[in-house]
């Protein structure tokens, strides 16, 4: 009886973390808070290559240390589609575009980096809509 109350109880661990997003009328498993992570750190591992390429400067780098970006994700497929990890800097956006499997060990990525227009300076990231 212990066994299977034991093996009930992993499979709900297992299955009851799943978050799920309709697109479309389709159903599809989302990323977890470890994954949205994963692809944060990938992108705040980056910034040092970039700074040293004189693409970014220390002061954004740093900036991108230090706050939360905003996190987009667009769903094709469970934990597949394209997600955007994006900084606002004090004069230019910073974007990181994850494309395809958002979970694969190194997972398809671009930066850009363009600034940011007199008319989107006062826009705030709206944090009513999940993933942003």
């Avoid at 990938?42 to 400067?57: D, M, N, P």
């Avoid at 958002?102 to 007199?118: D, G, H, V, Y």
């Amino acid at each position: 009886m212990k066994q299977i109350l034991w093996f009930s109880a992993l499979i709900f661990l297992f299955a009851g973390c799943t978050t799920y997003v309709d697109v479309d009328g389709e159903r599809y498993a989302a990323l977890s808070s470890s994954q949205r992570e994963n692809l944060i750190d990938i992108s705040r591992r980056s910034l040092a290559k970039h700074v040293k390429k004189g693409l970014i400067t220390m002061i954004e780098s740093d900036y991108a240390q230090r706050h939360e970006p905003e996190f987009r994700v667009q769903y094709r497929g469970d934990r597949f589609g394209s997600a955007v990890v994006l900084w606002r800097t004090p004069g230019r956006l910073i974007e990181f575009h994850f494309e395809d499997d958002l979970t694969a060990e190194i997972p398809i990525c671009s930066m850009a980096i363009r600034p940011i227009l007199p008319s989107e300076r006062r826009i705030q990231p709206d944090k009513s809509i999940p993933g942003r």
